[in-house]
């Protein structure tokens, strides 16, 4: 006689959809549920479950964060619960950094870096726009070229 038995792990996703603005990335994105858990098995039959773990993942930028237990439960057990995804921490699992955004200095300089990161690409539009002025001068008048790029008048005036 025989018996077949072991331990596993498993992930599911649980029947949690909340529509939200992500905190990490700023994008709208749903939220959703998982429990990580070990089980034993006798004859492949799941006899037991332990070491449950709660998580959320955003999909719109895949960070995860640890769920409270309570809360997780109560979601398993299907019962109307609401998240503030302000208070969980998120990781990045692709860098595996942590998103600690109580507190105030990294929050600026997050938004510091975001609002260097879109002058930058503003920066590089109107350089764009500059040179193909400069190439249109010969071919087109000034408030087409104006119109066209985006500049003023002044400004394409001034690339003669």
């Known amino acids: ?46 006899l037991f479950k332990w070491n449950k773990t709660y998580f959320v993942k955003m999909n719109c930028c895949n960070k995860v964060g640890k769920l409270d237990n309570e809360i997780g439960r109560k979601i398993e057990k299907k019962e109307k619960v609401s998240l503030d995804v302000d208070d969980i921490e998120f990781i990045d699992l692709e860098n595996r950094n942590y998103f600690n955004y109580d507190k105030p200095e990294e929050i600026n300089k997050s938004l510091e870096d975001l609002e260097l990161g879109k002058n930058g690409i503003e920066q590089g539009r109107k350089e764009k726009a500059t040179e193909i002025a400069k190439e249109l001068l010969d071919v087109l008048p000034v408030e087409v070229i104006a119109q066209k790029t985006g500049l003023t008048i002044e400004e394409v005036e001034k690339l003669k």
């Open 1 to 46: 006689m025989f018996f077949i038995m072991g331990v596993s792990q498993e992930e599911k996703k649980l029947d949690f959809d909340e529509f939200t603005i992500c905190r990490c990335c700023g994008k709208y994105g749903h939220v959703e549920v998982y429990i990580s858990y070990w089980y034993f098995m006798f004859f492949f039959i799941p």
